[in-house]
Every structure is written in structure tokens, then in C-alpha cells.
């Protein structure tokens, strides 16, 4: 959706997009709001997630998904709702929720509870063979919890296998835990071992903060998938992706398309 040329800029793919995927997290927008992100941004969004179980109290609700939809950009519920069903054996009320809400992606984690990691694999598999498209979250959300990086392409690796499209990488919306340290920065040796076992574009990175959206594409390119983007940032993101904004700009200058 460029308003004007500009030659030389890196490729992007094109939505439906296989790689290079943008998730925003909603933490309560309005429908305002929505409309407002949706005028300026819809190119350049892929997924919304309505973070954690922030669904269950929204207003207008129905209405919300209704406009991303339209827009061609696939809403889905935060995992921790998935996980406040299973951990009170309400999994049928998740089914007919999803169905309700005319949902396409389940995202399935067990980042604030225990789910024996099997047990996990049964209900990716079973979310895929119902027809929907599975994300699925690796990673905890207690910062005291540290996973080590063979643990990470084990449970990855399972779940690719078991059906999700993409896992995600957790940080929260802080972008505080999982792969990063307490004080945002990224543990890249930890990243490393994980994509020299694992392929790139089978992971969502959650990178909340501007240096680690622009440490991953400097690393992986323009294409990488990233996830957690907050609303506001979106237009920052896509920008960093051409090499558009001093944190990437020389990283693409030679590069071209």
C-alpha cells in the first residue's frame, strides 16, 4: 500500500502471506479504534490476538471481529483463554465459543498453567483435523521458569508436528520472559539454537519492544514473523521491514529487492 515509489526496498511478501506475518495484540480496543488501525494498517496485519482472555469482558464483541474479518486480517483468541477452559474441564464451552464467534485460528498454550505436553499435542491435533488453523505457544510466562534451548526444539518441533502452522515464541506483552531476560534483552544464543534446528518461518516471535522487532529483522530480513506488536507500532514495524527507519535503514541499502 505504498503511497508513492521508492526504489530498491527489500521484498515483502503479500497477504495471505506465508511468511512474514504480523500479529498486533488488542488489549481492549474500541471499535473506533479498530476502524481507525483497520484505515491506516490492514496491508500490514495478519492476525489480531485479543490478548490473554480480555474476549470474555469486551464490548461489542461481536462487532470487533466483525471489522478485522472484513478487513482480511484473522482474529483470534489469546491462549490463556483456551487455558481457563481446560484447567476447568470446559473444553466443550471453548468449542462452541469459537464457533459462535465464527473463528478460524485457536492458539493453544500453556504458559500460565500445566498442560502435560502430550496432552497439549492431542488437542493441536484435534483443533487441526476440525479444520481450524493452530497456533501454538512455547514458553512460560513466569520469568523464574527458564527453558533450556533443547527443551525449546523439542516441545517446537512436536507441535509443528502435531499441527500448528506456527508456534510462538512467548514473551507477553512486556516482552520480558521466554526468550528474553527480565530486562526485554534477548537471549540470542538461546534464538540461534533454535532456528539452526527449527525453519524460521515456522516461528511468530513476540517482540513487543522496538529493538527486538528490529534486532529480529536485521537477523532474519524483512520477512521474519513477528507477533505482540502493539497497534501503535504497527506502521513502525512495517517500516523497519523496508529499511525505512534508522534502526534497519543500512541493513537494506545494499540489499535491494
Do not use: C
Request: net charge negative; glycine share 8%; hydrophobic share 40%.
Amino acid at each position: 500500500m505504498a503511497n508513492f515509489p521508492l526504489p530498491d526496498l527489500p521484498h515483502r511478501t503479500q497477504k495471505p502471506r506465508a511468511e512474514g506475518v504480523t500479529m498486533v495484540m488488542d488489549k481492549g480496543l474500541g471499535l473506533h479504534a479498530v476502524q481507525d488501525l483497520i484505515m491506516v494498517a490492514a496491508p500490514y496485519i495478519d492476525f489480531v490476538k485479543l490478548g490473554w482472555t480480555t474476549a470474555f469482558v469486551t464490548g461489542m464483541l461481536e462487532e470487533k471481529l466483525r471489522l478485522y474479518r472484513e478487513a482480511a486480517i484473522q482474529p483470534y483468541f489469546g491462549g490463556t483463554l483456551w487455558e481457563a477452559h481446560y484447567v476447568r474441564g470446559a473444553q466443550d464451552n471453548f468449542y462452541r465459543l469459537i464457533e459462535r464467534y465464527q473463528l478460524s485460528v485457536v492458539e493453544v498454550s500453556d504458559g500460565s498453567i500445566e498442560v502435560p505436553h502430550e496432552e497439549k499435542l492431542r488437542w493441536i491435533e484435534d483443533f487441526r483435523r476440525r479444520g481450524y488453523m493452530v497456533l501454538s505457544e512455547v514458553g512460560s510466562k513466569d520469568a523464574t521458569k527458564v527453558l533450556p534451548p533443547f527443551r525449546w526444539i523439542e516441545l517446537i518441533q512436536a507441535e509443528l508436528e502435531a499441527g500448528s502452522v506456527w508456534v510462538i515464541a512467548e514473551a507477553r506483552e512486556s516482552g520480558t520472559v521466554g526468550m528474553y531476560r527480565a530486562s526485554g534483552e534477548l537471549r540470542e544464543g538461546l534464538v540461534e539454537e533454535v532456528v539452526h534446528a527449527i525453519p524460521v518461518e515456522r516461528l511468530i516471535f513476540e517482540a513487543p519492544q522496538r529493538n527486538q522487532q528490529a534486532w529480529f529483522i536485521r537477523r532474519f530480513g524483512s520477512n521474519v514473523n513477528l507477533g505482540n506488536v502493539a497497534p501503535e507500532d504497527i506502521l513502525s514495524v512495517e517500516t523497519m521491514r523496508l529499511g525505512l527507519r534508522g534502526d534497519t535503514f543500512r541493513a537494506f541499502l545494499q540489499k535491494g529487492g
